[in-house]
C-alpha cells in the first residue's frame, strides 16, 4: 500500500508531504476528501459538530451522485453543493463557477471544496484542472479531482495531458478496478499534505496502534478500521506489467473508443452526441429511442448496453474501458445493434425529439 501510494503521487507530481490511502471506492474517496476539506476550513467541527457555519461546495451538473449522499453524511447538507453548469462537451464552465463563487462570497457563505472530475460517468469529460486550481489557490478552496473513471490516464504519456495541472491539487482518486480492470474494489486516494489525513482519520485506540511507527500504521489514515488488502492487487498488476503496461492498457482503451467514435461519424445513419478524447461514446442510431433499443436488445438477450443522458438529450453509451476488447468486438457490438433494429423496427419506440 505505502508503495502504490508514493508511486501515485509522484506521477501526480506531488511533493515530500504526499500521503494516501485505498479506501472501499471511489464514493469513499470523494468522502474522505470533503471531510479532509470541512475539517481543514474550520478544525473545530470536528468536535462541535457543524455550528451554523455557511459552508458551500462545487462540482459540475455532470459529476457523480455521490457528493449529493456525501455532503448529508457529513453535515453540509444536499442543498449546500453548487452545481456548475458545464459546456456542451461536458467539461465544467470556469466562468459560471468564478460567478456563482463571488455570488457565494457577497452573499456571505464560506466556499470550502471543489469537486472536479477527470471522465464524468455519462461523457467522460475532463474539467480543466489547470484554471481551477488557480481560482481554488486564491480562495483556499480544497480542490479534489474524482478520477474514479478517468483518472488512470496519469500513466500514459499520450493522454495525461488531460489532467493538466493535477499536481496543484489537494487530493486526487482514481478506481484501478475500472479502466485498468484489476479486481473490484481497487481504489487509490492520494493527497497533497498527509497531515490532513491524519487530522481527519486519526483516532487514538491503544489496543491497537502499538507498534509507534506513524509510517506503518496505515489504519490511521483510512476511514476503516479492519480492511482487505487492495492495494496488492494494483502492486501485482504493476509488478508484472510495469508502468508501460499501464499505459497501453489506457492507450488501447482510447484507440477502441477512437475506432467507434470512427465508425458512428461516418455513417449517416448515427448521431454522436460527444467528442474525442473520451472513453465513452454516446450516440443515436436512425431515429429510434436509445431507451427502448437498449431494454430490448438486454431482454432479447443480443447485446448489453446502457444509456445515457446530457442536456435533455438521451443516447446510447458504449464504454470502451475493457481492454481486453478488440476492434473486431466493437464492429461486432454495431453489427449486433444494426441487426436488432433492422429485425425489429417495427416494435421500437420513435425518438422524442425536444
Ligand atoms: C464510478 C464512479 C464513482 C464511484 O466509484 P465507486 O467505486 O463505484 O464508489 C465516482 N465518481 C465517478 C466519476 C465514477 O465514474
Same mark, same amino acid.
Given at each position: 500500500?505505502?508503495?502504490?501510494?508514493?508511486?501515485?503521487?509522484?506521477?501526480?507530481?506531488?511533493?515530500?508531504?504526499?500521503?494516501?490511502?485505498?479506501?472501499?471506492?471511489?464514493?469513499?474517496?470523494?468522502?474522505?476528501?470533503?471531510?479532509?476539506?470541512?475539517?481543514?476550513?474550520?478544525?473545530?467541527?470536528?468536535?462541535?459538530?457543524?455550528?451554523?457555519?455557511?459552508?458551500?461546495?462545487?462540482?459540475?451538473?455532470?459529476?457523480?451522485?455521490?457528493?449529493?449522499?456525501?455532503?448529508?453524511?457529513?453535515?453540509?447538507?444536499?442543498?449546500?453543493? *453548487?452545481?456548475?453548469?458545464?459546456? #456542451?462537451?461536458?467539461? +465544467?464552465?470556469?466562468?459560471?463557477?468564478? $460567478?456563482? @463563487?463571488? !455570488?457565494? =462570497?457577497?452573499?456571505?457563505?464560506?466556499?470550502?471544496?471543489?469537486?472536479?472530475?477527470?471522465?464524468?460517468?455519462?461523457?467522460?469529460?475532463?474539467?480543466?484542472?489547470?484554471?481551477?486550481?488557480?481560482?481554488?489557490?486564491?480562495?483556499?478552496?480544497?480542490?479534489?479531482?474524482?478520477?474514479?473513471?478517468?483518472?488512470?490516464?496519469?500513466?500514459?504519456?499520450?493522454?495525461?495531458?488531460?489532467?493538466?495541472?493535477?499536481?496543484?491539487?489537494?487530493?486526487?482518486?482514481?478506481?484501478?478496478?475500472?479502466?485498468?480492470?484489476?479486481?473490484?474494489?481497487?481504489?487509490?486516494?492520494?493527497?497533497?499534505?498527509?497531515?490532513?489525513?491524519?487530522?481527519?482519520?486519526?483516532?487514538?485506540?491503544?489496543?491497537?496502534?502499538?507498534?509507534?511507527?506513524?509510517?506503518?500504521?496505515?489504519?490511521?489514515?483510512?476511514?476503516?478500521?479492519? *480492511?482487505?488488502?487492495?492495494?496488492? #492487487?494494483?502492486?501485482? +498488476?504493476?509488478?508484472?506489467?510495469?508502468? $508501460?503496461? @499501464?499505459? !497501453?492498457? =489506457?492507450?488501447?482503451?482510447?484507440?477502441?473508443?477512437?475506432?467507434?467514435?470512427?465508425?458512428?461519424?461516418?455513417?449517416?445513419?448515427?448521431?454522436?452526441?460527444?467528442?474525442?478524447?473520451?472513453?465513452?461514446?454516446?450516440?443515436?442510431?436512425?431515429?429510434?429511442?436509445?431507451?427502448?433499443?437498449?431494454?430490448?436488445?438486454?431482454?432479447?438477450?443480443?447485446?448489453?448496453?446502457?444509456?445515457?443522458?446530457?442536456?435533455?438529450?438521451?443516447?446510447?453509451?458504449?464504454?470502451?474501458?475493457?481492454?481486453?476488447?478488440?476492434?473486431?468486438?466493437?464492429?461486432?457490438?454495431?453489427?449486433?445493434?444494426?441487426?436488432?433494429?433492422?429485425?425489429?423496427?417495427?416494435?421500437?419506440?420513435?425518438?422524442?425529439?425536444?
Amino acid at each position: 500500500e505505502k508503495e502504490i501510494i508514493k508511486k501515485v503521487s509522484t506521477a501526480v507530481g506531488y511533493g515530500k508531504s504526499y500521503g494516501g490511502t485505498l479506501p472501499t471506492g471511489g464514493s469513499m474517496s470523494n468522502f474522505m476528501s470533503l471531510i479532509m476539506a470541512r475539517d481543514k476550513k474550520e478544525p473545530s467541527i470536528k468536535d462541535k459538530g457543524m455550528m451554523n457555519q455557511k459552508f458551500v461546495a462545487y462540482t459540475s451538473e455532470n459529476s457523480h451522485y455521490s457528493l449529493a449522499k456525501n455532503s448529508s453524511f457529513s453535515g453540509i447538507g444536499r442543498k449546500n453543493i *453548487r452545481y456548475i453548469m458545464s459546456n #456542451k462537451k461536458g467539461e +465544467m464552465d470556469v466562468l459560471s463557477f468564478e $460567478k456563482q @463563487l463571488k !455570488k457565494d =462570497i457577497n452573499n456571505g457563505f464560506v466556499p470550502f471544496y471543489l469537486n472536479a472530475t477527470a471522465g464524468t460517468t455519462v461523457l467522460c469529460a475532463f474539467d480543466p484542472i489547470e484554471k481551477l486550481s488557480k481560482i481554488c489557490q486564491r480562495h483556499n478552496i480544497w480542490l479534489h479531482v474524482d478520477g474514479a473513471f478517468g483518472g488512470a490516464v496519469i500513466f500514459s504519456k499520450k493522454h495525461r495531458n488531460l489532467l493538466k495541472g493535477i499536481s496543484k491539487t489537494d487530493s486526487f482518486c482514481f478506481n484501478a478496478h475500472k479502466t485498468l480492470g484489476t479486481p473490484l474494489s481497487t481504489s487509490v486516494l492520494v493527497v497533497n499534505n498527509k497531515e490532513y489525513l491524519y487530522n481527519s482519520f486519526s483516532n487514538e485506540a491503544t489496543y491497537l496502534y502499538q507498534t509507534h511507527n506513524e509510517e506503518y500504521n496505515l489504519g490511521q489514515t483510512s476511514f476503516e478500521c479492519g *480492511r482487505r488488502n487492495n492495494a496488492l #492487487k494494483l502492486w501485482a +498488476m504493476w509488478k508484472a506489467i510495469g508502468t $508501460k503496461g @499501464l499505459a !497501453k492498457i =489506457i492507450d488501447h482503451e482510447f484507440e477502441l473508443a477512437d475506432f467507434a467514435r470512427k465508425y458512428v461519424t461516418k455513417n449517416k445513419d448515427y448521431k454522436l452526441y460527444n467528442f474525442d478524447n473520451s472513453l465513452s461514446i454516446c450516440f443515436n442510431y436512425k431515429d429510434f429511442d436509445a431507451e427502448d433499443i437498449c431494454l430490448k436488445m438486454y431482454e432479447a438477450n443480443k447485446l448489453m448496453v446502457g444509456f445515457g443522458k446530457f442536456k435533455k438529450q438521451t443516447f446510447i453509451r458504449l464504454v470502451t474501458i475493457n481492454a481486453e476488447n478488440t476492434k473486431s468486438d466493437i464492429s461486432a457490438f454495431f453489427s449486433i445493434l444494426e441487426k436488432f433494429v433492422a429485425d425489429n423496427k417495427h416494435k421500437l419506440k420513435k425518438q422524442k425529439h425536444i
